[in-house]
């Protein structure tokens, strides 16, 4: 693992890392926050799962997360959004390929060989930051952005027990019914719609939901609402009487200035969980 | 004037905005953030004052100015570091030209016609968001990172009386005894140093400091401590007595993360200026 960069923040460390990926094949890039505590032993940790076109870097920089993260005692994670590089595949559209790897183990070409984030953040990932950093495995949380919040949804439900506490802002809900989903599930998966099911957080949580809390956030003037398709998790949230709070947003759109405003509320929400 | 964008933030409104200006002879871009209690009536500003190679997003994006600018009532403007456009003189250096403007008007070719971002900050962009906006331009504000360091800093010192704070983060505090400086006056204004004074923070703190209080920060471990010559200014300060803090903040570096960690102390310090 390589250290790229190294930044003081709020106390802690605000770190980047590079390493060699099995999961995806390729070099992968992270950015970690460390807050004060971590020099004294383990400390609870956030994921934080990005969107569309994002990297390891646009959360990490623009949700301002890091300073609310500090005031609890808690890292936060913020992986690529997929696989990289020139020998990765990739396509011209801004929703498919490298940027857009929609939390799945691909199992068709040209994606297969490499566009493993689920792997990777079920397992690589996890083991890696848990052997080199001052980390408490036994509390984790999970969040995300838009096809962020898509894969802190479907893990959290794909990993039952690993997550204390799961958040979305503007989560891509139902990918199985959107455009933002079906394109991606047949490129990645094929056209075999049962496998599209354990990466559809409605579709989860209308089967199995969580045993613990949520936490979602939508804007009211996203610009994405039809894509996101938020109320037909929202549906199966309370029908399933899941633990939670899905909530609208007046006049917020899909940006991170809409994160950045609920931000403080996520990490304590998550926080409340993690040293409950 | 244009709107480009508009996006809900912490019960307000930023926007991006963009306008022909007399004073650069370009079409300019900027950000205007405006607490929610601007809809019922004028509110004080902070400008904020960006960076070499920076444009109007980076601190509206990364600086995580607005909650904290939310929480106190306060517009926040964040104005672009130069003219732009095709028709504009550049220069293959990341330190001259475009996204380098160093907050003076320019007297020498090829940089006179639209380098002009003294006349385009005091005069022309206020008089603007006054016009357009419901802004207090009585209660002003100034602060700005670097290279916006520099500018808060002179700009303040140029114009007493108009703002009722001035604050910078790693200033450029001496440019006519650094390399960030001294190149770029050159181009600018010519070999004539009588010229360059009243564009150096440090000397105009020597000559005649300001009525109002200052705050700079100085991360510790700035990867630029040679090119900014914070010790200068803090010299200069103590030697006038001028009501200030000048505090070196361990571990820090140039970065965002460092802007981010004490902004909340850096709107909290003008918000008690300016509602003084």
Not at 86 to 111: C, H, I, R, S
Not at 149 to 169: D, E, I, K, N, Q
Not at 174 to 193: C, I, T, V
Request: aromatic residues 12%; charged residues 20%.
């Amino acid at each position: 693992m390589e250290l790229i960069s190294e930044s003081r923040c709020f106390d802690g460390m605000q770190g980047v890392y590079r390493h060699a990926s099995a999961a995806t094949g390729c070099d992968m890039t992270f950015g970690l926050f460390l807050p004060e505590e971590a020099r004294q032993g383990p400390v609870p940790i956030l994921w934080y799962l990005s969107g569309l076109t994002c990297t390891h870097e646009n959360a990490m920089t623009k949700a301002g997360a890091q300073g609310w993260a500090a005031e609890q005692g808690i890292a936060l994670v913020f992986p690529d959004t997929s696989p990289r590089g020139e020998g990765v595949a990739d396509d011209d559209a801004y929703d498919l390929g490298q940027g857009a790897g929609f939390y799945v183990n691909a199992t068709k070409t040209p994606w297969a060989p490499h566009f493993r984030m689920w792997d990777y953040l079920a397992e690589e990932l996890p083991a890696l930051i848990g052997r080199e950093f001052a980390l408490d495995m036994d509390r984790q949380a999970i969040c995300g952005h838009s096809m962020g919040g898509h894969g802190a949804l479907t893990l959290a439900m794909g990993l039952p027990g690993r997550f204390t506490s799961v958040s979305a802002f503007a989560p891509i809900a139902n990918p199985s019914a959107s455009d933002w989903g079906r394109k991606q599930f047949s490129a990645y998966l094929g056209e075999d719609k049962t496998t599209w099911a354990p990466h559809d957080a409605t579709l989860m949580m209308r089967e199995k939901g969580l045993d613990v809390p949520v936490l979602i956030d939508q804007g009211g003037s996203d610009q994405f609402l039809d894509l996101l398709r938020p109320e037909a998790l929202s549906e199966a949230m309370v029908a399933r009487r899941q633990e939670g709070n899905f909530r609208v947003q007046k006049g917020y759109d899909h940006s991170y200035f809409f994160i950045s405003t609920f931000m403080e509320d996520h990490v304590a929400f998550h926080a409340e969980a993690l040293y409950a």
